[in-house]
Structures are given as structure tokens and as C-alpha cells.
């Protein structure tokens, strides 16, 4: 079992920056993928970032490349996504998952989500 807390979150002007955490605790959490998603209203969920158990390797969606920093410690059990030059479009609730595969296998955990809003 795994389980993940997430902070961070809120409101920011466009342009401005973010950074969400996700607090990893339970069995063998550095052996776990870990992504990030974020679903708009009346959209579908979708893949934002995500990095790998070792944290060798990292992904990027396009929808964020260039704007979006994922890194993970962990020491410390936890993922941090850095967002930057945040756009409207970027409004959503974000979350957290775990994946004991790749970073593009099934999710085994999902963190609780949380609110970014972007106003221009």
C-alpha cells in the first residue's frame, strides 16, 4: 500500500509559477513510477509529466514542455513538479499517481488532487 499527499496548488496570475508536491509513504515507495496528471472540467484526465522509480528517466507532456520541471528525492520520499509561465489553459485539478511499472503503466495509487487555478 502506498499512499500520497499532496500540496502546493492555489491560484496564480498567468506567468506565474507553481510547485506541487506529492509526499510518497508506505512499502518500498522509491521502487514506484511516479506521474503526474491533471484533468480540466468537462475534459479527460491527462498525463502531464512523469519520472521514473530511479529518476533516471523523466517525461514531459508537450502541453507543458519547456514550462514543466519534474524531479523526485528520494530520501525523502517525495515528487516535486515545478511549473513555470503558467497559461489559463494550464487551470485544473492535478494529481499524483504511482505506478509500480514504467511511467506509462497502469496507476496503482492516486494522490487526493489538487486545485491549480490560472487567471489571466
Known amino acids: 500500500q502506498v499512499h500520497l499527499e499532496q500540496s502546493g496548488g492555489g491560484l496564480v496570475q498567468a506567468g506565474g509559477s507553481l510547485r506541487l508536491s506529492c509526499a510518497a509513504s508506505?512499502?518500498?515507495?522509491?521502487?514506484?513510477?511516479i506521474d503526474w496528471f491533471r484533468q480540466a472540467p468537462g475534459k479527460d484526465r491527462e498525463l502531464v509529466a512523469g519520472?521514473?522509480?530511479?529518476?533516471?528517466?523523466?517525461t514531459v507532456s508537450g502541453i507543458v514542455k519547456g514550462r514543466a520541471i519534474i524531479s523526485r528525492d528520494n530520501a525523502k520520499n517525495t515528487i516535486t513538479l515545478q511549473m513555470n509561465n503558467l497559461e489559463p489553459e494550464d487551470t485544473a485539478v492535478y494529481y499524483c499517481?504511482?505506478?509500480?511499472?514504467?511511467?506509462?503503466?497502469?496507476?496503482?495509487?492516486w494522490g487526493q488532487g489538487t486545485q491549480v487555478t490560472v487567471s489571466s
Open positions: 499517481a504511482a505506478l509500480s511499472g514504467s511511467i506509462w503503466s497502469q496507476v496503482d495509487y
Open positions: 508506505g512499502r518500498s515507495v522509491s521502487s514506484y513510477a
Open positions: 519520472i521514473s522509480a530511479s529518476g533516471d528517466t523523466t
